[in-house]
């Protein structure tokens, strides 16, 4: 059974920063790309950052553009989101998902598979 898995989230001051772990399972993470979406109260879910499968590459919404990284270990099945520089409006329950192909779109559209969120709560 396909499983995402997300990890990591949690109260952070801001400025401070986190990391997340979205651990995959029953499928080859290389063949997929995975994005990491969130979603705050009140708001629509918003495309945060996705990895191309094959090293297609990377894409960031320009509201966390050099403050997060995503990243990928094949060996240990996870991808992740590297968090720095926080900020109040950081905060939401963060997903990830897969979707086939190479598309670096950070729509939501074809992703078919979604772990259950991990709260990142960014106050001081």
């Known amino acids: 059974q396909v499983q995402l898995v997300e990890s990591g989230g949690g109260l952070v001051q801001p400025g401070g920063s986190l990391r997340l772990s979205c651990t995959t399972s029953?499928?080859?993470?290389?063949?997929?790309?995975i994005g990491w979406f969130r979603q705050a109260p009140g708001k629509e879910r918003e495309g945060v950052s996705v990895?191309?499968?094959?090293?297609?590459?990377?894409n960031y919404a320009d509201s966390v553009k050099g403050r997060f990284t995503i990243s990928v270990d094949n060996a240990k099945n996870t991808v992740y989101l590297q968090m720095n520089g926080l900020k109040p409006e950081d905060t939401a329950l963060y997903y990830c998902?897969?979707?086939?192909?190479?598309?670096?779109?950070?729509?939501?559209?074809?992703?078919?598979?979604w772990g259950q969120g991990t709260q990142v709560t960014v106050s001081s």
């Open positions: 998902a897969r979707r086939s192909g190479w598309s670096l779109s950070l729509t939501a559209t074809g992703f078919d598979s």
């Open positions: 029953a499928f080859t993470l290389g063949y997929y790309t």
């Open positions: 990895i191309g499968s094959r090293d297609a590459g990377t």
